[in-house]
């Protein structure tokens, strides 16, 4: 059983920054792909960060809505995650979510949006105000 586990969320004023991060276990740092996603009351769950660190084959990718305020990155060799958010809006409150996958079931491209490919941690709350 796969765990992943979120930490750094809260409440934040406009303009500010919080860090996530995940700790998970039960994937070969070689072969991860990790991501965020976050998920707002009466709304779809959304891919908005994603990072391969795989050796030849490191990318990131952000949805719309984060780029250039949100930065991932991973330390697939101690299996964590992060997620720093700056500039933070109030249509940034939301839950957030640390996600995992091998690259091997997370190959296609669209690998970092619903229907994720891998396995979910339980999510941190974000409010900002």
């Known amino acids: 059983h796969v765990q992943l586990v979120e930490s750094g969320g809260g409440s934040v004023q406009a303009g500010g920054s919080l860090r996530l991060s995940c700790a998970f276990d039960?994937?070969?740092?070689?072969?991860?792909?990790m991501a965020w996603f976050r998920q707002s009351p009466g709304k779809e769950r959304e891919g908005i960060a994603a990072?391969?660190?795989?050796?030849?084959?490191?990318?990131?990718r952000y949805g719309d809505s984060v780029r250039g305020r949100f930065s991932i990155s991973g330390d697939a060799a101690n299996n964590k995650v992060y997620l720093q958010m700056n500039s933070l809006k109030s249509e940034d409150t939301a839950t957030y979510y640390c996600?995992?996958?091998?690259?091997?079931?997370?190959?296609?491209?669209?690998?970092?949006?619903?229907?994720?490919?891998?396995?979910w941690g339980q999510g941190t709350q974000v409010t900002v105000s």
């Open positions: 996600a995992v996958g091998s690259k091997w079931t997370c190959a296609a491209g669209s690998w970092w949006q619903v229907p994720f490919c891998g396995d």
């Open positions: 039960a994937y070969t740092p070689a072969n991860v792909r």
């Open positions: 990072i391969n660190t795989g050796v030849g084959d490191y990318v990131t």
